[in-house]
């Protein structure tokens, strides 16, 4: 990333509008320095929430772009709880098995039996015709527009004391469980420090 920051930095300066790939933190710390020189950075992932985000560097003087400018194609797919259950690293383990690049790519976002990935546009049609299987199911995939409210998550806020740093000792007291439960929890790849998923 840091050998195409002169790269977006000269071209957006000459009046090109730069879309890259998806970044992740450390990218968006590093494409962020370029807000100088009459630059503007912008981000966005598909949703608000977004991880993992599209920017576009541009002349601050030019219009922000819409969401449509970040050529985002956004996937929806359910899949049968009772059968298997599909996590994170399920879904990440099948699209990495395409022999594509991480950057091409951006969030997978699953709830209640519910996926959604967020693809670059140039790569979304070789990947959802190629998308093998997930944890043994054949999963079909349609475009959508948007993430539906309802299956967004809802996020809390906690102050707690625990003993320890463990993982596992924060995970119990925030959820009020035991320790060999959170365990289950960070085993089964639900557990993430800095959106880094933690075993």
């Known amino acids: 990333m840091l050998t195409r920051l002169g790269d977006y930095y ?14 992740d933190l450390e990218e968006i710390k590093e494409i962020n320095s370029l807000n100088k ?8 992932g598909g949703y608000e929430e977004a991880e993992r985000v599209r920017a576009i560097v541009q002349l601050a003087y030019y219009e922000a772009p819409e ?3 970040f050529k985002i194609a956004i996937y929806k797919t359910e899949y049968n709880a009772n059968y298997q259950t599909i996590g994170h ?11 594509i690049e991480r950057n091409t790519f951006g969030d997978i976002y699953i709830n209640n039996q ?7 546009e140039e790569i979304s049609g070789y990947m959802i ?27 809390v806020t906690k102050e707690i004391q625990v003993p320890s740093l463990r993982l596992d000792a924060i995970i119990a007291k925030c959820l009020n469980i035991s320790r ?4 289950e929890i960070i085993e089964a790849g639900n557990a993430s420090i800095n959106h880094l998923i933690c075993k």
């Open 114 to 120: 519910v996926i959604y990935l967020f693809l670059t």
């Open 67 to 69: 969401p449509a400018d």
């Open 10 to 23: 000269r071209e957006a300066l000459d009046g090109q509008i730069v879309l890259t790939k998806f970044l």
């Open 37 to 44: 020189d009459g630059l503007k950075v912008y981000l966005y």
């Open 129 to 155: 015709q190629n998308m093998p299987m997930i944890m043994h199911q054949r999963l079909e995939f349609r475009k959508v527009d948007a993430i539906c409210d309802d299956e967004k998550n809802q996020e």
């Open 180 to 183: 060999a439960k959170a365990a």
């Open 89 to 99: 690293r399920n879904v990440l383990g099948s699209i990495m098995s395409l022999g």
